[in-house]
């Protein structure tokens, strides 16, 4: 019976159907039980938990225009092939409101910028390292920091539309405003977004021209962004003069001033005066044992020639003023 069976063709091709329904049901069971686990595994990763806020960082993409090529600040580089040719207003530059920390289906979240150069999205070579997301720079070691810092001078040098300082440099004190208020207070560092590594990708990303004035303007830059956030007084660089006249001057941290003034005392028996000669010394306070020495005789100069070597009034900023353009040291 069984021999007969077994030679009939059609109770062979229902039993290997049924062999067939069975083990690719368990394989499917089998798939969906990994699926499961390794979703599981995803959402309990502690690196993407390094914080309870669920966040999203909105950009701006400049309307894409006809393009033609530009130039560019570094001789060798060279720029994007197709650069945006129409400006980009400073209401179209938007910082971000927020910065995710997690992979929001598994997308970079610095795979956007309001750069208008990647307003089609940000080359995956370009973006920030996926372990590095939510990461500070403090637990990151220099070799690797020195490594990444080549994709910044391609961005810098490739990748710049090449925007007006007034334009852009409101749009990053913003974001970096943002930064700021938002970092681990203890892991944050002193620099661009916080030293968060993901952050400061995404401020080189929108702003690389803040990257070329870094170069071109760097002390003045730098003391100008500790002022915009709130860290230093606008007045950290006003002195009073020591000659008891009440005026104040401002020095520049990269110079060593010297100021001679004398003072006039009579004589006990009324016979005239005595004239007594003080020097002070100040700066700089960069530390530079080489800097330039600047003397001042406040008992000769004029308040014109006292004015024109002042350092700068950190009151006026020169890049949201115009008053300096990128190229202007080149």
């Known amino acids: 019976m069984l021999k007969e069976l077994f030679s009939n063709r059609l109770f062979i091709g229902a039993l290997a159907f049924f062999i067939l329904c069975v083990v690719g049901g368990t394989l499917y069971i089998s798939h969906v039980e990994k699926q499961g686990t390794e979703e599981l595994a995803t959402d309990e990763d502690p690196v993407k938990q390094g914080t309870e806020k669920q966040q999203q960082q909105p950009t701006a993409k400049a309307p894409v225009a006809e393009q033609t090529p530009q130039g560019h600040f570094h001789a060798d580089g060279t720029w994007h092939s197709e650069p945006h040719e ?6 179209d530059i938007s910082a971000p409101l927020a910065a995710p920390v997690e992979f929001a289906d598994g997308v970079n979240p610095t795979s956007t910028s309001s750069n208008p150069l990647f307003a089609d999205g940000v080359p995956e070579h370009l ?3 996926p372990d590095l997301i939510d990461v500070y720079a403090r637990d990151v070691s220099k070799q690797r920091i020195q490594e990444l810092q080549r994709i910044g001078v391609e961005i810098i040098e490739k990748w710049n539309p090449n925007r007006p300082l007034t334009e852009v440099y409101p749009a990053f004190i913003e974001a970096e405003k943002w930064y700021h208020d938002n970092a681990d207070p203890e892991r944050e560092g002193n620099g661009w977004g916080a030293k968060r590594m993901d952050w400061q990708f995404q401020i080189v990303l929108d702003f690389p021209e803040i990257g070329v004035l870094a170069q ?3 002390r003045r830059s730098m003391i100008m962004w500790r002022v915009e956030l709130g860290d230093w007084p606008a007045d950290l ?3 009073h003069l020591p000659d008891g006249s009440g005026r104040t001057f401002r020095t520049d941290d990269d110079k060593k001033y ?6 006039y ?3 006990p028996d009324g016979d005239g005066f005595t004239s007594t000669t003080s020097t002070v010394t100040t700066g700089p306070s960069n530390g530079d044992p080489n800097a330039e020495v600047i003397e ?3 008992d000769t100069i004029s308040d ?3 004015e024109a070597l002042q350092g700068w009034d950190y009151t006026i900023n020169p890049y949201t003023t115009g008053i300096y353009k990128l190229g202007d040291k080149k």
Do not use: G, H, R, Y
């Open 216 to 218: 071109e303007d760097s």
């Open 265 to 267: 005392t009579e004589k």
């Open 237 to 239: 660089n006003v002195m």
């Open 296 to 298: 001042i005789d406040l």
């Open 86 to 91: 129409t400006p980009v207003a400073v209401s």
């Open 304 to 306: 014109e020639e006292l």
């Open 127 to 129: 973006q920030c390292p």
């Open 258 to 263: 010297v100021f001679t003034s004398s003072t």
